[in-house]
């Protein structure tokens, strides 16, 4: 099971798209790094005929200067050939992963819950999609020649040492032991200093952004001693930590590069290489490529240390990444259908959110809206109104019943048809980076001009757009002209009134409830909702008296159903809190006078 797992999560199994250009990479990789080997084989040779003129025969063939020169030539240019189409091909192969994954990702979580999305913040998808995406790409494009190089070379050096002469190649491995000895001392507890030093960094930047943040806090009740004394401590940990790693490892772990740098290897070879060729019992071309070869061996020790690291960094983007294509998608019906009207009915529909495990957030929900017809969802906070506002365009699927539009399950419309049938406007409005008039029309792209200035004028927003220096060309956006938060949601409603849907679902603001904004927003609100199925989630009561029924919420389920009048009769949780209203409005009315 868990080999399974690992076999369908593993850095391998997201790179199968492009797993031939891994493997001819590898492939050209190898090749380079035996034709280097071989080119350095051949140099000593040219070299020990320079010096001797005693010129090896191979099958038949004279290897004198001409000829060595020949083959030397001819094996640079393959050693350079292929590590240069190696470097080509792993680049190409980089550049489509990152296209199939950034395709796969877009198109997965464009057919998963909007809900994940919501809960997961978009920060996080942006993350995965940007920064682990590109990881990977580097992984592809610069480690998969490294590998089959640091493979190959090594053990080919080797073989080839020990064909040569296996005192030199003992000579040689001897330092490469030693190297890795004092490597290994070096990082023996490499994995909790490491745990702590990424502990006290991580809490740095928290110190930091709490500083940051905290700014309009602090610059109000506090001195900036508390808070900045947060900071100074975690900075102190910190060069702590830090010092305590550095005096643990640095010297050993830069004693041990020191080893396996080539120089010493070169020397030891060098060492025996001498005695030997003294004693007679060594040729001086054996010596030569010995020194040419055991320092290439040396010299790619470095990178397998350096590349374990970039295998664990590049693992961890695969799991994200996978993670991410295995949240379950929403069903989506073949036969979509498509509903002719457009009343709205909960039927014992169940809701529990996935990252909570035993809580219901709606339990046994039965309601019906009729179409035309104006519905408020009241209740204390916390009590499932979003919830409820957010299952009717699929933000997620209920756990059990169904939501019908029209007599339809929403599950059979197709999400296009279902996208058209409803509309929200959410407290918390999102701009795009766009100017005022594309913020507008998108949400109908065949509108007129005519047609987004007749929405603007509906919302309330016409005359301050016009006012505007750009008019409906200024930015809107974080980046954007300064909207204030009544402002943007005038234009959010300018969008819905363009979109014109039948079904409007709306967080009723509070947040802007400045006088002047709060009657243009309900302006705009009204024109929003004639003719139309509404269903509002109320924060004050006073603007649902009218509703055509009130829906009211306590702990995930409905207790109590009807109109205003209907519901203060009944003396249950509505009275209590259209009592608490009133006296908020009051003291809110008092408070007004003496401010007066
Ligand atoms: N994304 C989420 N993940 C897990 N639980 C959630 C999530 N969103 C809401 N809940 C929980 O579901 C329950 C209902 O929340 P909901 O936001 O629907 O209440 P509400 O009546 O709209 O509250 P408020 O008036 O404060 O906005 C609460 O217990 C809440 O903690």
Not at 185 to 201: C, V
Not at 544 to 552: E, G, H, L, P, S
Not at 554 to 571: C, P, T, Y
Request: charged share 20%; with cysteine; net charge neutral.
């Amino acid at each position: 099971m868990k080999k399974q797992k690992e076999k369908k999560y593993g850095l391998w199994a997201i790179m199968k798209p492009v797993m031939f250009e891994i493997r001819l990479a590898m492939l050209l990789a190898a090749i380079g790094s035996l034709s280097l080997i071989t080119t350095l084989i051949v140099l000593s040779l040219t070299l020990s005929n320079i010096m001797q003129d005693t010129p090896l025969e191979i099958f038949g063939i004279k290897l004198d200067l001409v000829n060595t020169i020949i083959l030397l030539a001819i094996m640079t240019v393959i050693a350079f050939l292929s590590r240069f189409y190696a470097f080509v091909v792993s680049h190409l192969g980089a550049f489509r992963l990152e296209q199939i994954l950034r395709t796969n990702l877009a198109q997965h979580l464009a057919e998963v819950p909007l809900g994940y999305i919501i809960s997961n913040g978009s920060g996080t998808l942006k993350k995965v999609m940007q920064n682990d995406v590109r990881s990977l790409h580097t992984f592809v494009a610069d480690s998969v020649p490294m590998i089959a190089k640091s493979i190959v070379a090594p053990f080919t050096t080797l073989i080839v040492l020990f064909i040569i002469d296996f005192r030199l190649a003992l000579a040689s491995i001897s330092i490469l032991i030693l190297g890795w000895l004092t490597m290994a001392y070096a990082m023996r507890d490499s994995k909790e200093l490491r745990e702590k030093y990424d502990q006290s960094q991580n809490d740095i930047n928290k110190a930091v952004i709490e500083f940051a943040q905290a700014m309009p806090v602090v610059r109000t009740f506090d001195d900036g001693t508390s808070s900045f004394k947060r900071y100074n401590n975690a900075l102190h940990a910190y060069k702590e930590n830090l010092n305590n790693w550095m005096r643990t490892s640095a010297i050993p772990a830069k004693l041990g590069m020191i080893i396996l740098s080539p120089l010493p290897t070169l020397l030891a070879v060098l060492f025996t290489g001498v005695i030997l060729l003294n004693n007679d019992s060594m040729e001086l071309f054996a010596l030569i490529t010995a020194l040419f070869l055991s320092t290439g061996m040396a010299d790619s020790m470095m990178p397998i240390m350096w590349l374990q690291n970039f295998i664990k960094k590049s693992q961890a983007s695969a799991l994200k990444i996978q993670e991410i294509l295995d949240i379950p998608t929403l069903s989506i019906s073949k036969n979509g259908q498509t509903p002719t009207s457009f009343d709205l009915e909960f039927k014992n529909v169940f809701f529990k959110y996935e990252n909570v495990e035993k809580n219901y957030a709606l339990e046994n929900i039965n309601f019906r809206i009729e179409s035309g017809s104006v519905t408020a969802l009241v209740g204390p906070s916390g009590a499932g109104k979003s919830t409820i506002a957010k299952l009717i365009p699929r933000f997620w699927d209920v756990n059990k019943g169904e939501i019908c539009i029209g007599g339809v399950n929403i599950k059979e419309i197709e999400p296009q048809i279902l996208m058209n049938t409803v509309s929200f406007v959410f407290q918390d409005t999102f701009l795009f980076q766009d100017t005022i008039y594309n913020n507008i029309k998108m949400a109908n792209p065949k509108a007129t001009k005519e047609e987004v200035i007749k929405a603007a004028k509906a919302a309330q927003i016409h005359d301050f757009i016009e006012s505007l220096p750009k008019g409906y060309e200024s930015k809107a956006g974080d980046r954007g002209t300064n909207l204030s938060g009544g402002q943007k949601q005038r234009i959010t409603i300018a969008r819905a009134i363009l979109r014109d849907t039948p079904i409007i679902v709306l967080d009723e603001a509070t947040a802007f409830a400045d006088p002047e904004n709060e009657e243009e927003i309900v302006k705009a609100l009204a024109n929003l909702t004639v003719n139309k199925t509404v269903i509002m989630i109320a924060h004050r009561l006073s603007t649902i008296k009218n509703a055509d029924q009130i829906v009211v919420f306590d702990q995930g389920k409905i207790s109590e159903i009807g109109k205003h009048e209907e519901l203060l009769e009944n003396k249950g949780i509505y009275k209590k809190l259209w009592e608490n209203y009133e006296k908020a409005s009051q003291w809110n009315l008092e408070k007004g006078k003496t401010n007066e």
